[in-house]
Protein backbone atom coordinates (compact mmCIF):
# COMPACT_ATOMS: atom_id res chain seq x y z
CA UNK A 1 0.00 0.00 0.00
CA UNK A 2 1.10 3.53 -0.92
CA UNK A 3 2.46 5.43 2.21
CA UNK A 4 3.67 8.84 2.83
CA UNK A 5 6.09 10.04 0.86
CA UNK A 6 8.55 12.63 2.00
CA UNK A 7 11.57 14.45 0.13
CA UNK A 8 14.50 14.92 0.65
CA UNK A 9 15.53 12.29 2.85
CA UNK A 10 18.79 13.88 4.25
CA UNK A 11 19.52 17.61 3.81
CA UNK A 12 22.55 19.37 4.86
CA UNK A 13 22.14 23.70 4.98
CA UNK A 14 24.23 26.60 6.53
CA UNK A 15 22.85 28.92 8.61
CA UNK A 16 20.89 31.41 7.18
CA UNK A 17 20.35 29.11 4.06
CA UNK A 18 16.41 28.55 2.82
CA UNK A 19 15.19 24.90 2.80
CA UNK A 20 11.81 23.43 1.68
CA UNK A 21 10.78 19.65 2.69
CA UNK A 22 7.84 18.59 0.79
CA UNK A 23 5.36 15.50 1.97
CA UNK A 24 2.89 13.68 -0.52
CA UNK A 25 0.07 11.96 1.70
CA UNK A 26 -1.72 8.51 1.30
CA UNK A 27 -4.19 8.61 -1.80
CA UNK A 28 -7.29 10.26 -0.58
CA UNK A 29 -5.81 11.20 2.70
CA UNK A 30 -7.05 15.02 3.18
CA UNK A 31 -5.17 16.20 6.23
CA UNK A 32 -1.83 16.83 6.30
CA UNK A 33 0.55 17.50 9.33
CA UNK A 34 3.91 18.41 10.20
CA UNK A 35 6.27 17.60 12.89
CA UNK A 36 9.40 18.21 14.45
CA UNK A 37 11.59 16.08 16.37
CA UNK A 38 15.22 16.96 17.97
CA UNK A 39 17.36 14.69 19.27
CA UNK A 40 15.69 12.84 22.57
CA UNK A 41 12.70 14.88 22.34
CA UNK A 42 9.00 13.69 21.42
CA UNK A 43 7.60 14.84 17.85
CA UNK A 44 6.50 18.54 18.53
CA UNK A 45 3.62 19.56 16.15
CA UNK A 46 4.01 22.79 13.60
CA UNK A 47 1.23 22.90 11.67
CA UNK A 48 -1.53 21.43 9.24
CA UNK A 49 -3.97 21.55 6.51
CA UNK A 50 -7.22 19.90 5.82
CA UNK A 51 -8.27 19.90 2.27
CA UNK A 52 -5.54 22.23 1.52
CA UNK A 53 -6.92 25.09 4.69
CA UNK A 54 -4.53 25.30 7.56
CA UNK A 55 -6.33 23.70 9.78
CA UNK A 56 -4.08 23.70 13.05
CA UNK A 57 -1.64 26.01 13.88
CA UNK A 58 1.45 24.55 16.82
CA UNK A 59 5.20 25.76 17.47
CA UNK A 60 6.08 27.00 14.38
CA UNK A 61 8.69 29.84 13.77
CA UNK A 62 7.39 32.94 12.41
CA UNK A 63 10.43 31.98 9.77
CA UNK A 64 8.62 28.32 8.47
CA UNK A 65 5.72 28.59 6.37
CA UNK A 66 3.64 25.67 4.63
CA UNK A 67 0.80 24.99 2.33
CA UNK A 68 -0.87 22.17 1.17
CA UNK A 69 -1.44 22.54 -2.70
CA UNK A 70 -4.55 20.97 -5.15
CA UNK A 71 -3.25 17.73 -5.25
CA UNK A 72 -2.77 17.39 -1.44
CA UNK A 73 0.71 17.50 -1.50
CA UNK A 74 1.93 20.05 1.22
CA UNK A 75 5.52 22.10 0.99
CA UNK A 76 7.11 22.83 4.29
CA UNK A 77 9.44 26.08 3.84
CA UNK A 78 11.83 26.93 6.51
CA UNK A 79 14.40 30.63 5.75
CA UNK A 80 16.83 32.32 7.95
CA UNK A 81 18.09 28.45 9.08
CA UNK A 82 19.35 28.52 12.98
CA UNK A 83 21.66 25.66 14.03
CA UNK A 84 18.74 24.51 16.49
CA UNK A 85 16.65 23.88 13.25
CA UNK A 86 18.65 20.90 12.57
CA UNK A 87 16.05 17.89 13.32
CA UNK A 88 14.19 14.75 12.02
CA UNK A 89 11.16 17.02 10.30
CA UNK A 90 7.87 13.97 10.04
CA UNK A 91 5.04 14.30 7.60
CA UNK A 92 2.18 12.83 8.08
CA UNK A 93 -1.92 12.57 6.92
CA UNK A 94 -4.63 11.02 7.91
CA UNK A 95 -8.47 10.65 7.00
CA UNK A 96 -10.08 13.95 8.95
CA UNK A 97 -12.74 11.65 10.86
CA UNK A 98 -10.73 8.49 10.83
CA UNK A 99 -7.98 9.67 13.00
CA UNK A 100 -5.24 7.88 12.73
CA UNK A 101 -2.37 9.45 11.35
CA UNK A 102 0.28 8.01 9.17
CA UNK A 103 3.72 9.19 9.14
CA UNK A 104 6.39 9.50 6.52
CA UNK A 105 9.86 8.07 7.04
CA UNK A 106 10.82 12.11 7.70
CA UNK A 107 13.41 14.25 6.41
CA UNK A 108 16.95 14.88 8.44
CA UNK A 109 17.49 18.79 8.12
CA UNK A 110 21.28 19.37 9.84
CA UNK A 111 21.83 22.88 9.36
CA UNK A 112 25.80 23.77 9.92
CA UNK B 1 -0.41 20.68 32.95
CA UNK B 2 0.58 19.41 29.80
CA UNK B 3 -2.48 17.79 27.38
CA UNK B 4 -1.27 14.15 28.04
CA UNK B 5 1.12 12.46 30.27
CA UNK B 6 2.89 9.22 30.06
CA UNK B 7 4.51 7.44 32.96
CA UNK B 8 8.59 8.36 32.50
CA UNK B 9 10.49 5.73 31.82
CA UNK B 10 12.62 4.00 30.93
CA UNK B 11 11.08 1.08 31.90
CA UNK B 12 13.64 -1.99 31.79
CA UNK B 13 12.18 -5.08 31.57
CA UNK B 14 13.76 -8.73 30.59
CA UNK B 15 12.30 -10.92 28.39
CA UNK B 16 8.82 -12.78 29.06
CA UNK B 17 7.73 -9.78 31.21
CA UNK B 18 4.42 -8.36 31.19
CA UNK B 19 4.86 -4.82 31.25
CA UNK B 20 2.27 -1.59 31.73
CA UNK B 21 2.16 1.54 30.32
CA UNK B 22 -0.57 4.67 31.49
CA UNK B 23 -1.42 8.08 29.99
CA UNK B 24 -3.76 10.33 31.34
CA UNK B 25 -5.44 13.53 29.28
CA UNK B 26 -6.70 16.56 30.82
CA UNK B 27 -9.34 17.67 27.44
CA UNK B 28 -12.41 15.50 28.70
CA UNK B 29 -13.54 16.51 24.44
CA UNK B 30 -10.85 13.96 23.36
CA UNK B 31 -12.69 11.71 21.08
CA UNK B 32 -9.84 9.26 19.56
CA UNK B 33 -6.83 7.61 21.29
CA UNK B 34 -3.93 5.46 19.80
CA UNK B 35 -1.03 3.54 20.89
CA UNK B 36 2.35 4.91 18.85
CA UNK B 37 6.07 2.58 18.72
CA UNK B 38 8.93 4.61 17.46
CA UNK B 39 12.23 3.10 17.20
CA UNK B 40 15.37 5.47 17.23
CA UNK B 41 15.75 8.01 14.22
CA UNK B 42 12.42 6.03 12.53
CA UNK B 43 9.06 7.34 12.07
CA UNK B 44 5.96 6.82 14.62
CA UNK B 45 4.50 3.69 13.41
CA UNK B 46 0.94 3.17 14.76
CA UNK B 47 0.82 0.43 16.66
CA UNK B 48 -3.29 0.11 17.89
CA UNK B 49 -6.00 2.41 18.31
CA UNK B 50 -7.77 2.22 21.57
CA UNK B 51 -11.55 2.06 21.98
CA UNK B 52 -14.26 2.36 24.63
CA UNK B 53 -14.74 -1.54 25.10
CA UNK B 54 -10.75 -2.08 25.14
CA UNK B 55 -8.58 -3.94 21.89
CA UNK B 56 -6.26 -6.71 22.15
CA UNK B 57 -3.77 -7.51 19.14
CA UNK B 58 -1.90 -10.21 20.26
CA UNK B 59 0.44 -9.68 22.75
CA UNK B 60 -0.98 -5.56 22.74
CA UNK B 61 -4.02 -4.77 24.92
CA UNK B 62 -5.17 -1.34 25.01
CA UNK B 63 -8.28 -0.27 27.89
CA UNK B 64 -9.56 3.33 27.68
CA UNK B 65 -11.02 4.57 31.15
CA UNK B 66 -13.01 7.64 30.32
CA UNK B 67 -14.15 8.25 33.59
CA UNK B 68 -10.54 8.74 35.02
CA UNK B 69 -9.19 10.02 31.21
CA UNK B 70 -6.46 7.12 30.84
CA UNK B 71 -5.26 5.45 28.43
CA UNK B 72 -3.29 2.34 29.20
CA UNK B 73 -1.09 -0.71 26.92
CA UNK B 74 -0.17 -4.31 28.02
CA UNK B 75 2.47 -5.65 26.50
CA UNK B 76 2.71 -9.26 27.53
CA UNK B 77 5.56 -12.07 27.23
CA UNK B 78 7.87 -8.95 25.79
CA UNK B 79 10.44 -9.76 23.40
CA UNK B 80 13.61 -7.97 22.85
CA UNK B 81 11.91 -6.47 19.52
CA UNK B 82 9.55 -4.04 21.62
CA UNK B 83 12.04 -1.98 22.65
CA UNK B 84 10.98 1.00 21.67
CA UNK B 85 9.22 4.63 22.80
CA UNK B 86 5.97 3.95 22.96
CA UNK B 87 3.76 7.16 22.19
CA UNK B 88 0.41 8.11 23.75
CA UNK B 89 -1.99 9.70 21.22
CA UNK B 90 -5.16 12.23 21.76
CA UNK B 91 -7.38 13.38 19.74
CA UNK B 92 -9.86 16.21 21.30
CA UNK B 93 -12.40 17.32 19.04
CA UNK B 94 -11.55 21.33 18.89
CA UNK B 95 -13.25 24.38 16.96
CA UNK B 96 -13.31 23.38 13.07
CA UNK B 97 -11.20 19.87 13.72
CA UNK B 98 -9.55 17.65 15.81
CA UNK B 99 -6.59 18.27 17.34
CA UNK B 100 -3.43 15.62 17.33
CA UNK B 101 -1.64 15.87 20.58
CA UNK B 102 1.38 13.82 21.65
CA UNK B 103 2.71 12.49 24.58
CA UNK B 104 6.21 12.33 25.32
CA UNK B 105 6.72 8.61 25.07
CA UNK B 106 7.92 6.18 27.55
CA UNK B 107 11.17 4.46 26.76
CA UNK B 108 10.75 0.23 27.48
CA UNK B 109 14.58 -1.71 26.89
CA UNK B 110 14.01 -5.29 26.92
CA UNK B 111 16.78 -7.05 27.99
CA UNK B 112 17.43 -11.38 27.34
Not at chain 2, 75 to 82: M, N, V
Amino acid sequence: AAGVIQSPRHLIKEKRETATLKCYPIPRHDTVYWYQQGPGQDPQFLISFYEKMQSDKGSIPDRFSAQQFSDYHSELNMSSLELGDSALYFCASSLREAGELFFGEGSRLTVL
Amino acid sequence: RKEVEQDPGPFNVPEGATVAFNCTYSNSASQSFFWYRQDCRKEPKLLMSVYSSGNEDGRFTAQLNRASQYISLLIRDSKLSDSATYLCVVKPWDTGGFKTIFGAGTRLFVKA
